[in-house]
């Protein structure tokens, strides 16, 4: 493992296998039983995001966002017998247990999760399993891309910054699993690995090159696309190894330019949001004229 690949395994690393046949009989469950994804955290997405819920605090597959919580079987885990089964085979104590779409040309945003009070004082990590996935559907973590194999368990601790995307399809679908450290997740995590044919690192981008990006985002909202010129930006996360809220600072800095107060405060607030009341704490505050 190079010294980069090991830092990295810090954030995300192979945990364990799957059993083949095993794999192929929840896949045909997650196939066959979900109905219709909960498109919920509108704007943490591009679209092409959604969720079902199998371990929650209600019972109810639609209630999709998460908490703290000792958590029930939903509904819909009721009608999968092979995955409660994987599930109370894995041993883990679980916060919250779902399954995750990322549609073709989707991307989930730049953030890190657990920030809110209750989540952030007790140590928790995140369980991917993929089901089905695709070579471009990838997990963006300090300026990596990092494919999840199906056919493994993989850990993630989603406080630190990353973000998803599936470039080209198929759909991905993961079960994601929030659980609280303990001793089965410590075990869990005793041949942890990051296999460097999963990793790919990004190009830096320079000066020149983002300024090439803001003229394009400002010719775009210029010609009234401006969630196009949004999106635009914040691609930029996926394509570049760039400082952490860059991105969204160059969508401020579009907003700044088009004099639109209101959608600075409001991408502002976002940033605060998505990355931690710090990622502004180092900022002047944009003078904008109203």
Not at 86 to 113: I, K, N, P, Q, V
Request: hydrophobic share 45%; proline share 4%.
């Amino acid at each position: 493992m190079s010294t980069a690949t090991g830092a990295l395994a810090d954030q995300v690393a192979c945990a364990d296998t799957l059993d083949p046949a095993l794999l192929e009989r929840v896949r045909h469950e997650v196939l066959t039983i979900p109905g219709d994804w909960v498109r919920g955290y509108s704007r943490f997405q591009s679209g092409g995001w959604g969720t079902l819920s199998l371990l929650n605090d209600t019972g109810d597959a639609r209630d999709v966002t998460i908490g703290d919580a000792e958590p029930v079987a939903t509904d819909l885990l009721a009608r999968m017998p092979t995955t409660q089964a994987l599930l109370a085979g894995l041993g883990l104590r679980y916060m919250w247990a779902r399954l995750a779409l990322l549609e073709a040309g989707s991307y989930l945003w730049e953030h890190r999760d657990y920030q809110e009070a209750e989540l952030a004082e007790t140590e928790r990590h995140r369980v991917h399993i993929p089901i089905v996935t695709a070579g471009s559907a990838v997990l963006i973590l300090d300026g990596n891309a990092v494919h999840l194999q199906a056919g493994r368990i993989w850990r993630l601790t989603p406080t630190f910054v990353h973000g998803a995307c599936n470039a080209y399809g198929p759909a991905r679908i993961h079960l994601i699993l929030d659980c609280y450290a303990d001793p089965a997740l410590q075990a869990l995590r005793g041949g942890e690995h990051l296999p460097e044919a999963c990793v790919r690192e990004l190009p830096a981008a320079g000066e020149e090159l983002l300024a090439e990006h803001a003229a394009t985002a400002r010719r775009l909202a210029r010609l009234g696309y401006t969630e196009a010129a949004e999106e635009h930006l914040l691609r930029l996360f996926f394509r570049h190894r760039l400082p952490e809220g860059t991105a969204y600072d160059m969508v401020i800095a579009l907003h700044q330019e088009r004099r639109d107060a209101a959608a600075v405060e409001s991408w502002r607030e976002h940033k605060t949001i998505v990355l931690g009341p710090h990622s502004l704490a180092d900022e002047a505050r944009p003078e904008v004229t109203r």
